[in-house]
């Protein structure tokens, strides 16, 4: 049973930082592109950072030089790192991965950005 769960979700106020956890587990972690999305109230889920298993990296240019996605394939893990948080950084968050053929969800974790 494959399983993405995030984590490191909360309130911060603006400038502020968080770094969001996805733990996988029921997959071959290491062959997986895995990404980072968001989606904010009345908004469509938007790519926000990749991470290839190659380890190149892309970032939308709302989060460029604020953001930044790495991965332990020790542990299952990618992360996402994120300074100088903005209001319009509220979201809820999405741990992705990436296959050739399949991909997988986690449950999202929330992200609110806020004086």
């Known amino acids: 049973q494959v399983q993405l769960v995030e984590s490191g979700g909360d309130l911060v106020q603006p400038g502020g930082s968080l770094r969001l956890s996805c733990a996988a587990s029921g997959i071959a972690f290491g062959i997986y592109t895995m990404n980072w999305y968001r989606q904010a109230p009345g908004k469509q889920r938007e790519l926000v950072a990749i991470l290839t298993s190659g380890s190149s990296t892309a970032y939308a240019d709302s989060v460029k030089g604020r953001f930044t996605i790495s991965r332990d394939n020790a542990k299952n893990t990618v992360y996402l790192q994120m300074n100088s948080l903005k209001p319009e950084d509220t979201a809820v968050y999405y741990c992705?991965?990436?296959?050739?053929?399949?991909?997988?969800w986690g449950q999202g974790t929330q992200v609110t950005v806020s004086s």
């Open positions: 992705n991965a990436e296959g050739r053929t399949r991909s997988y």
